[in-house]
């Protein structure tokens, strides 16, 4: 049963620390979707890879989020430094690429920043 | 960029009766519909999509149609059961090749009362 899986699950963490969260896409899934789920603003897409290329970033903000890609099963998203109005669940997503639309979720990770 | 909304934000029926949630979109050049069910705890799950070149697409208890000349879709969920219970989030994308960013409506919340 191919899945995307996410670590942390949870995260709590205080106010100017660094937070890594990692996905793994699902094998030979291609396109990675970030997203962040908040109460107030419902899903929002923060960035985008093919072939561990960033396509879109246009929805995370620059001076503290970072994306990454650094192999074919592996993504990270880092934020430096964390401030409370990060606190969210953040989601990976996996898609096939080849023109298949359909984005397959993991289970999320939960940060809190106190 | 696209906009989606969806209504209404929350919704309870009885078990045995019939659920729809409906989504307007506003680029008239999206032709890729996805219907999301995320239960507690847990990543999106897609449960039924719809392409632009269809009316509607019927999958057991679950169907969707889509109305291109209203720029608006339903979810229609017959014959309720309590597991139906969770969050459902339309979407909708421009489904070319390497833009397949999703646009996603703010959830809908159904709670089927036993």
């Known amino acids: 049963d191919a899945r995307v899986t996410q670590t942390p699950r949870d995260k709590v963490t205080e106010m100017g620390q660094e937070v890594t969260m990692r996905c793994q896409p699902i094998l030979g899934h291609n396109t990675v979707f970030w997203y962040r789920q908040t109460m107030m603003q419902g899903l929002e897409l923060l960035a985008y890879f093919r072939n561990r290329a960033p396509l879109d970033d246009s929805g995370m903000p620059k001076d503290r989020f970072s994306a990454e890609m650094p192999d074919a099963t592996l993504a990270t998203l880092k934020i430096q430094p964390s401030e409370p109005r990060d606190s969210a669940v953040y989601f990976c997503a996996s898609g096939t690429g080849r023109g298949e639309e359909t984005q397959y979720f993991g289970p999320g990770t939960r940060l809190l920043v106190l | 960029g696209e906009n989606v909304e969806q209504h209404p934000s929350t919704l309870s029926v009885q078990e045995g009766d019939s659920a729809v949630i409906k989504c307007t979109y506003s680029?008239?050049?999206?032709?890729?519909f996805p219907w999301y069910k995320q239960e507690l705890g847990k990543g999106p799950q897609l449960i039924i999509d719809?392409?632009?070149?269809?009316g509607e697409k019927k999958d057991q208890r679950i169907a969707v149609t889509l109305n291109k000349t209203a720029k608006h879709f339903s979810l229609h969920i017959t014959e309720t059961q309590p597991e139906d219970s969770a969050v459902y989030f339309c979407?909708?994308?421009?489904?070319?090749?390497?833009?397949?960013?999703?646009?996603f409506g703010t959830g809908t919340r159904l709670t089927i009362i036993p």
């Open positions: 680029d008239s050049a999206s032709n890729y």
């Open positions: 979407a909708a994308s421009k489904a070319d090749f390497g833009n397949e960013k999703l646009t």
């Open positions: 719809i392409r632009s070149n269809v």
